[in-house]
């Protein structure tokens, strides 16, 4: 049977390996004590996205954070997954019955899924920089020359291209160094990893559904239909509260890590 785990957490660090459906393992780290929160990173990153923010969140909550299917330090898949079964896989691996989710890009779509299939296990929502599930992205030559990188498989195009598109802000830019890094070291471990994703479902429609406090962040820097999709979100889930955050792009959690902190921690229960 799951249930919360009685007492506190251990404040160090812990980091384990989760076995998923299908074969494979998921790379996560546990730190801090609190009620339970986990981190979901976007689409060609990983965990590192959370780490300006991971250590003052720990100090009141329990912090999950893991690298998604293929990506990180998680072994690639070799047959269809779902990021929602993986979700479930890693609260059932730590006892957690019930668990706060916050995620960017990717992560906060999937955030977004998993509420609308288990929402008996979420308590609240903080989708940042939230890409929605069946949205149609508007035709555009810099996101057709994505998307034509991802389907050639063209690994170089496709890191160009992420920086270019959602880390406008530059290397310069704080936590530039650290972006590039994981844009640059996940390109081809994206592409192995969307072949395998199974579909998506269509949570746009049903977002009236959402009962979770949900809270709706994106940058002031970030590609226009960031914009859109956040109001969007805003409008759509029962009572939910949109922010923006100056002098940030599609990577707020490093680029602005300070006042999105701040946002979290005054939602999150």
Not at 15 to 25: K, R
Not at 100 to 109: F, H, T
Not at 213 to 232: K, N, S, Y
Request: aromatic share 4%; hydrophobic share 45%; glycine share 8%.
């Amino acid at each position: 049977m799951i249930s919360n785990t009685d007492g506190p957490a251990a404040v160090a660090p812990r980091e384990v390996c989760i076995p998923v459906p299908a074969g494979g393992w998921l790379w996560a780290e546990r730190s801090g004590h609190g009620s339970p929160v986990v981190l979901l990173h976007g689409a060609g990153m990983d965990s590192r996205l959370w780490d300006a923010i991971v250590p003052e969140l720990a100090r009141h909550h329990d912090v999950i954070r893991y690298d998604a299917r293929g990506l990180g330090r998680s072994t690639p898949p070799g047959e269809p997954f779902s990021d929602i079964d993986d979700l479930r896989a890693v609260l059932d691996h730590f006892g957690l019955r019930q668990a706060a989710l916050v995620g960017l890009s990717m992560g906060g779509e999937t955030s977004l899924d998993f509420a609308l299939a288990h929402p008996e296990r979420v308590t609240a929502l903080a989708l940042i920089g939230a890409s929605v599930s069946s949205h149609v992205w508007p035709r555009s030559p810099e996101l057709s020359a994505y998307a034509t990188a991802r389907r050639e498989q063209d690994t170089v195009a496709l890191a160009e291209l992420e920086l270019s598109i959602w880390a406008a802000m530059g290397r310069t830019a704080p936590g530039g160094e650290l972006i590039e890094a994981m844009v640059t070291q996940n390109a081809k471990r994206r592409i192995v990893s969307e072949m395998h994703s199974s579909a998506v479902p269509n949570a746009q429609a049903h977002l009236g559904d959402i009962a979770a406090p949900t809270l709706v962040v994106h940058g002031d820097g970030d590609h226009p239909e960031i914009g859109v999709i956040a109001e969007r979100l805003v409008t759509g889930i029962p009572d939910a509260r949109g922010e923006m955050i100056a002098n940030a792009d599609h990577y707020l959690p490093l680029r602005t890590p300070e006042p999105l902190t701040r946002l979290l921690l005054a939602h999150l229960p």
